[in-house]
């Protein structure tokens, strides 16, 4: 069972909001305004693919419903939700007040009970609020009732480090959420895979945890004007390479994707995948990957303490030791509270640079 | 003595509307109720003894009831309830005894174990309320949830075998006594952590006003949500009363005030004690009631019940009441003033039903002792079930983890770990 549409990034267009270290994420295309108009598809920005994601699905189907703070009359504070409410009503596009444990809750009763509710996050570190929910009642509820119970929740909303938002805005919460039996973790990156991912977390039956990233909101891509659901499971090859496999996700893709034009410069050739799927890893895709290149580096804006990365790491040895021909390296953010000070928040995540450092390193 | 309602009795609840916010439940008469001793009229203050005998005899009621000593009763019609209903509470309220009392000794037979919460003495509050649902009505517990279950139709023999751990039980022995949930009889729980059921019971009222309102059905679903007294100084309790009454949700939230949190004394714990006028203060009505008087219960869940259903919104109902043993069968239970202990003991409330039955000539020993019988053959016949009921197999493991299997991902062979063959045997690689 593979997903309905594969796909391989390529250039994407975009600047994101950063410091003023990294001007430009990807390699720009320059884009001719015949060539863009013949092209098909539509082009947007992510937070706006995640709406229209959001929208499409609450046309399909009435039982979908968001629950969050400002996500109504506000539009969402990234503007996922905007005019939203005004289609359908407050009481499908649900402002909450200020009790994210209590709110999740209700999210996960009324799960239980037929609907399928998303609640967003309004950044994902208020979702420690929620942790009693999340893992005992999200995660646990369809096993401790035999069953009996789905709880088909979507939870999403913007974490990772931002610009100078101070460390309790830039959490990762996918480390603290990845024990939890129970539910999926996807992390989104473009604007492509942002609004397939969401259409899948909706609808699967799982409670699945849908990882944005406060910088990513701006990003511009072409995405398809068809319909398009993407595979929860799946990783995403972003560059296929001989020499090195790097795995990442989130915003630190496009770190890899920068210090790659600088190691294709050097004359490496490394293999980006953005494994998407936190929890549970697509071991295939990876797999595949190690088996060709023999030489693993992951980047990652979690922590390093118990992180994806660390998990990762874990996997991946004990699936494909045979497979490596150097220790696999792991390059994560700093186990530090992000600090306000923009170059200190600077060296706590990963920069392009480290990343070019390690795959020489690597491939010594 | 006996106990029975006059026309007055029409006029049962104090349920303020949502202005109002002075005290609800104010004395309406001085009440006595059944087997207890009558109630001075002045309004409870705060006082810092402890001895919750004190404390108790200046508790107001929200429900009075005349006692009737001398006269007798000439017709059914003065009476709260028909001789069909007074049969059916008993049945209930017997059952959920007896259950429990089997409970006991089963766990100290070895045939249960872990954290097991029994509910002797607070009968009234879960038949009182659950009575008058219906099968699609949604109740809401806590770790003290059997009897919910039961009260609900969930059958005795589905929970005792949960109870053993079979995989015959409603949770295919994958719950527990913390954990009875029923898809069937919408029994959504069943929580080990105190607070956490009450957003989920939130939730479920949610559902039925968007049914109403998204999807135009003629939706009068009504949840309820039971809970103790410690659960009331927690913030989930709080956070959903608040939203509870905002979007005026069809939830009543069933207080089972027992006075103790395990050791802790709810006047140890509690600010102001009157959980009841918790109520007021976010905009719906507050009422308490004699937990150990089933008719009164019920009298005050009629009137929830239905204010929920016309839409107008939640409401709280403070339940005095005790229960007989400890907290859970680990508990030695010895903090507790033996006095008190007697005290509740002589307001037994299926004593009570049983003698208000009998005087008012609604039913005989003879019909009561018959249900008394059928309940304890099915008692047995339900442990005989559970015992020969087979214990989960290695295969059930994974099974449930996830609704959609393909949760579990992809393997290294690019097949999704949920087909591998060792997967249905439980010992596949996730």
Same mark, same amino acid.
């Given at each position: ?28 295309q ?10 098909? *598809? ?6 706006e693919?995640?709406?229209?994601? +959001? ?12 629950? *969050? ?5 506000? *539009? ?13 009503g ?28 998303i ?14 929910q ?16 789905t709880? @088909? ?24 959420? /990845? ?10 990156? =473009? ?5 397939? +991912? ?26 398809p ?67 060709? =290149?023999?030489?693993?580096?992951i ?12 998990? +990762? ?16 390296v ?21 920069? @392009? ?12 | ?13 104090s ?15 001085p ?7 009558? +109630? ?43 001789k ?37 003495? /607070? ?8 009575k ?78 968007y ?18 007294d ?44 009157q959980?009841?006028?918790k ?11 004699? *937990? ?58 299926? =004593? ?22 059928k ?14 009921? @087979? ?13 959609? @299997?393909?949760?579990?991902?992809i ?12 997967? =249905? ?6």
């Amino acid at each position: 069972i593979r997903s309905e549409a594969r796909t391989i990034s390529g250039a994407i267009n975009g600047s994101r909001k950063t410091g003023k270290v990294i001007t430009k994420a990807v390699a720009a295309q320059a884009e001719s305004p015949a060539s863009a108009a013949s092209k098909p *598809g539509h082009e947007l920005l992510l937070f706006e693919a995640l709406r229209e994601g +959001l929208e499409e699905e609450m046309d399909r189907d009435p039982r979908v419903c968001v629950f *969050g703070e400002d996500v109504g009359h506000y *539009g969402g504070s990234y503007k996922v939700t905007k005019g939203l409410a005004e289609k359908y009503g407050d009481l499908r596009v649900l402002d909450t007040p200020i009790a994210e444990n209590s709110f999740t809750g209700m999210a996960v009763g009324a799960a239980m009970t037929g609907l399928r509710p998303i609640v967003e996050g309004m950044n994902m570190g208020f979702l420690l609020l929620a942790f009693n929910q999340i893992s005992d009642n999200c995660g646990m509820l369809h096993y401790t009732s035999g069953g009996q119970f789905t709880i @088909p929740t979507v939870i999403r909303g913007p974490g990772g480090v931002g610009r100078q938002l101070g460390a309790e805005h830039s959490q990762r919460l996918e480390s603290y959420f /990845q024990s939890i039996p129970g539910i999926q973790m996807v992390a989104c990156s =473009t604007p492509y895979n942002a609004k397939g +991912l969401m259409k899948a977390a909706i609808r699967s039956e799982n409670p699945v945890v849908l990882f944005e990233h406060v910088l990513l909101y701006n990003l511009k891509e072409r995405i398809p004007d068809e319909e398009y659901v993407l595979s929860l499971e799946e990783a995403e090859m972003v560059r296929p390479g001989e020499h090195v496999t790097i795995l990442t996700y989130s915003r630190m893709r496009y770190h890899v994707m920068q210090a790659a034009k600088t190691l294709v410069n050097k004359g490496y050739d490394p293999e980006v995948i953005d494994i998407r799927s936190l929890k549970p890893f697509d071991l295939y895709t990876i797999g595949n990957s190690i088996k060709k =290149t023999h030489r693993v580096l992951i980047v990652e804006e979690c922590m390093r303490t118990g992180g994806i990365g660390a998990s +990762l790491t874990a996997a991946i040895n004990e699936n494909f030791h045979d497979y490596l021909d150097a220790q696999i390296v792991c390059l994560s953010s700093q186990d530090v509270p992000t600090p306000y000070a923009g170059t200190l928040e600077e060296w706590t995540v990963v920069q @392009p640079p480290q990343i070019v450092a390690a795959v020489e390193q690597l491939c010594k | 003595m006996a106990c029975s309602a006059t026309a007055k009795i029409l006029q049962p609840l104090s349920i303020r509307s949502a202005e109002k916010s002075e005290s609800c439940g104010k004395m309406l008469s001085p009440s006595s109720f059944l087997g207890s001793t009558p +109630l001075p009229k002045k309004l409870f203050s705060v006082n810092k003894t402890i001895s919750p005998l004190a404390r108790r005899s200046a508790t107001i009621v929200a429900v009075s009831s005349d006692v009737v000593k001398e006269k007798k009763l000439k017709s059914t019609q003065n009476l709260l309830i028909t001789k069909e209903e007074g049969l059916v509470l008993y049945e209930d309220m017997y059952l959920g005894r007896a259950f429990e009392d089997m409970c006991a000794q089963m766990y100290y037979r070895g045939k249960m174990f872990g954290f097991v919460h029994l509910y002797n003495g /607070q009968e009234a509050v879960s038949t009182g309320f659950i009575k008058l649902l219906k099968k699609e009505d949604c109740v809401v517990s806590t770790y003290r949830d059997h009897v919910h279950a039961l009260s609900k139709g969930v059958p005795a023999r589905q929970v005792m075998s949960e109870l053993f751990g079979k995989t015959t039980g409603c949770c295919r022995g994958q719950g527990g006594s913390m954990h009875m949930f029923s898809k069937e009889h919408n029994v959504l729980g069943g929580f080990a952590f105190i607070g956490e059921g009450i957003p989920v019971a939130t939730g479920a009222a949610f559902t039925s006003k968007y049914k109403r309102e998204v999807f135009k059905e003629d939706c009068d679903e009504v949840t309820l949500a039971f809970f103790g007294d410690g659960t009331c100084n927690n913030g989930q309790f709080f956070e959903c009363l608040n939203m509870a009454a905002l979007w005026k949700l069809p939830i009543v939230f069933v207080v089972e005030n027992n006075l103790w949190a395990i050791g802790m004394s709810h006047l140890r714990s509690t600010s102001d004690p009157q959980i009841w006028k918790k109520g007021p203060a976010f905009g719906m009505p507050g009422v308490h009631v004699d *937990g150990m008087d089933v008719l009164k219960v019920r009298e005050v869940a009629k009137e929830a019940v239905s204010r929920a259903r016309r839409g107008e919104g939640p409401t709280l109902v403070e339940c005095e009441t005790y229960r007989f043993r400890g907290h859970s069968l680990a508990d030695p239970d010895e903090l507790r003033d033996p006095a008190e202990k007697a005290h509740y003991a002589t307001r037994d409330p299926i =004593t009570a039903l049983k003698k208000y039955v009998i005087e008012n000539k609604l039913a005989s020993e003879a019909e009561l002792k018959a249900i008394e019988k059928k309940i304890d053959e099915e008692i047995e016949e339900a442990v005989e079930f559970a015992d020969e009921s @087979p214990v989960p197999e290695r295969s059930q493991l994974l099974e449930n983890v996830f609704a959609d @299997p393909k949760g579990f991902g992809i393997g290294p062979d690019g097949k999704y770990r949920c087909e591998d063959p060792k997967f =249905t045997q439980g010992t596949a690689q996730v």
